[in-house]
């Protein structure tokens, strides 16, 4: 009995460690603080790796006596760009240089997104035609291109099209005064004027006119089911404003034509054939996975849509423009959005035929001055950013697209 206090402490104490073995046991199976635990240290982890990384980095460019920074973008660059869309020259210095590839690149990506789409979506709906050749060919055109590397593309363009044309005393002679040859296509170079702004201000206000009527059009025809046609009333607007303000103003354009020589054409505007065979080779290229995107999204679209549009009479066309093709829309957006991301940047292909695009560019740079990890850096931030932009403009297009129940 003398020994029963002493018992029974040595009791509450493995009681206390059962509870507080318990209470571990039990954190370390709570999700909640399990999940921040791995957070923790994957942050930890990273941050570990990134010092190491910057370390090792900067312990390799000491031993090599490479000086880092960007100061380097302030020297002369010293080597000429085939096209450029701002003034450029050898005596530029590479941040200018680089601009000129960011410009080149964006100009590709531009231009090939809206190629893209709009083969992208004939095709994709000739894939669904009644017409079995427009059916067929729609289907070799995807079949074919789908299972070429891009790259090969390229160099088909390049080498297999653009290069056996007629050289420049046998230029192919095309309307509006414009030259094809294997040196690319040369048209009138416009010259605008000092009022020619008034154009431009004209050209703004039928656009948000333009929007204005639709938006009003949208509401007339909620309120009242009445329809406004606004694509005449746009087209009047877009094209009528900027012509009343291009007469008001004087004309003020005047075109500089290319005129052909004896060994070579001079004047006007040359687009070489390096920037058309990449251009036409991601448009087409892209325009495949686009059609079939665009076909998913049209036979997601539930066939009764289809068949209680023409119980109410509606033509096909119409149809497909007024109650298909709105739906699909919504299934097409999200994976198109990949499509252009891939467009951007496969147009880093450009080195391989000399189009003066950001890598070819930044490669050029990288080779003169030896700052491999600032061009790298640029590189990664300037696609970094372009595929953020393309994703949030997706995104705000897709939400717009989406159905809003009342």
Same mark, same amino acid.
């Given at each position: 009995? =003398?020994?029963?206090?002493?018992?029974?402490?040595?009791?509450?104490?493995?009681?206390?460690?059962?509870?507080?073995?318990?209470?571990?046991?039990?954190?370390?199976?709570?999700?909640?603080?399990? =999940?921040?635990?791995?957070?923790?240290?994957?942050?930890?982890?990273?941050?570990?790796?990134?010092?190491?990384?910057?370390?090792?980095?900067?312990?390799?460019?000491? *031993?090599?006596? %490479?000086?880092?920074?960007?100061?380097?973008?302030?020297?002369?660059? =010293?080597?000429?760009? +085939?096209?450029?869309?701002?003034?450029?020259?050898?005596?530029?210095?590479?941040?200018?240089?680089?601009?000129?590839?960011?410009?080149?690149?964006? @100009?590709?990506?531009?231009?090939?997104? %809206?190629?893209?789409?709009?083969?992208?979506? %004939? &095709?994709?709906?000739?894939?669904?035609?009644?017409?079995?050749?427009?059916? !067929?060919?729609?289907?070799?055109?995807?079949?074919?291109?789908?299972?070429?590397?891009?790259?090969?593309?390229?160099?088909?363009?390049?080498?297999?099209?653009?290069?056996?044309?007629?050289?420049?005393?046998?230029? /192919?002679?095309?309307?509006?005064?414009?030259?094809?040859?294997?040196?690319?296509?040369?048209?009138? !170079?416009?010259?605008?004027?000092?009022?020619?702004?008034?154009?431009?201000?004209?050209?703004?206000?039928?656009?948000?006119? $333009?929007?204005?009527? $639709?938006?009003?059009?949208?509401?007339?025809?909620?309120?009242?089911?009445?329809?406004?046609?606004?694509?005449?009333?746009?087209?009047? /607007?877009?094209?009528?404003?900027?012509?009343?303000?291009?007469?008001?103003? =004087?004309?003020?354009?005047?075109?500089?034509?290319? %005129?052909? +020589?004896?060994?070579?054409?001079?004047?006007?505007?040359?687009?070489?054939?390096?920037?058309?065979?990449?251009?036409?080779? @991601?448009?087409?290229?892209?325009?495949?996975?686009?059609?079939?995107?665009?076909?998913?999204? &049209? *036979?997601?679209?539930?066939?009764?849509?289809?068949?209680?549009?023409?119980?109410?009479?509606?033509?096909?066309?119409?149809?497909?423009?007024? #109650? #298909?093709?709105?739906?699909?829309?919504?299934?097409?957006?999200?994976?198109?959005?990949?499509?252009?991301?891939?467009?951007?940047?496969?147009?880093?292909?450009? &080195?391989?035929?000399?189009?003066?695009?950001?890598?070819?560019?930044?490669?050029?740079?990288?080779?003169?001055? +030896?700052?491999?990890?600032? #061009?790298?850096?640029?590189?990664?931030?300037?696609?970094?950013?372009?595929?953020?932009?393309?994703?949030?403009?997706?995104?705000?297009?897709?939400? !717009?697209?989406? /159905?809003?129940?009342?």
């Amino acid at each position: 009995m =003398g020994n029963w206090p002493s018992m029974t402490h040595q009791a509450l104490d493995s009681t206390r460690l059962s509870r507080s073995g318990w209470s571990f046991q039990s954190a370390l199976y709570d999700p909640t603080i399990r =999940g921040i635990f791995f957070q923790v240290l994957t942050i930890v982890l990273l941050v570990v790796f990134v010092w190491w990384v910057a370390h090792n980095t900067a312990v390799n460019l000491a *031993r090599a006596n %490479i000086a880092s920074g960007f100061g380097f973008l302030n020297g002369r660059a =010293g080597f000429e760009v +085939g096209q450029s869309l701002i003034a450029y020259s050898s005596d530029s210095t590479y941040g200018r240089a680089l601009v000129v590839g960011l410009l080149n690149t964006l @100009l590709i990506a531009v231009t090939g997104i %809206i190629t893209a789409t709009i083969i992208g979506f %004939i &095709i994709g709906i000739g894939r669904l035609s009644r017409n079995w050749l427009i059916a !067929k060919l729609c289907t070799v055109y995807v079949e074919v291109f789908r299972n070429i590397p891009p790259l090969l593309v390229i160099f088909f363009w390049y080498s297999g099209v653009l290069a056996v044309l007629p050289n420049a005393r046998e230029s /192919l002679h095309l309307p509006l005064g414009a030259y094809l040859n294997n040196r690319g296509l040369s048209f009138p !170079k416009p010259i605008f004027g000092d009022t020619f702004w008034l154009v431009g201000v004209a050209l703004v206000v039928a656009i948000v006119a $333009a929007i204005a009527t $639709a938006r009003w059009a949208h509401r007339r025809q909620a309120a009242t089911g009445q329809q406004f046609h606004t694509i005449w009333a746009s087209i009047g /607007l877009l094209i009528g404003l900027p012509l009343i303000a291009f007469l008001v103003a =004087g004309a003020p354009l005047s075109f500089d034509y290319p %005129i052909a +020589g004896k060994f070579n054409l001079t004047g006007g505007s040359v687009v070489g054939p390096e920037f058309m065979s990449l251009f036409l080779a @991601l448009s087409f290229y892209t325009a495949a996975f686009i059609a079939e995107i665009v076909r998913a999204g &049209i *036979r997601g679209v539930p066939k009764g849509q289809t068949e209680a549009a023409g119980a109410l009479g509606l033509h096909p066309s119409s149809i497909t423009r007024l #109650v #298909v093709i709105p739906q699909a829309f919504r299934i097409i957006i999200p994976p198109l959005s990949s499509q252009y991301l891939n467009l951007t940047k496969n147009s880093s292909l450009a &080195i391989a035929i000399g189009f003066a695009d950001l890598v070819a560019v930044g490669s050029t740079t990288l080779n003169q001055t +030896g700052q491999a990890v600032e #061009v790298i850096l640029i590189w990664m931030v300037v696609y970094l950013s372009l595929s953020i932009v393309t994703s949030l403009l997706m995104n705000w297009f897709n939400a !717009k697209m989406a /159905l809003v129940e009342r």
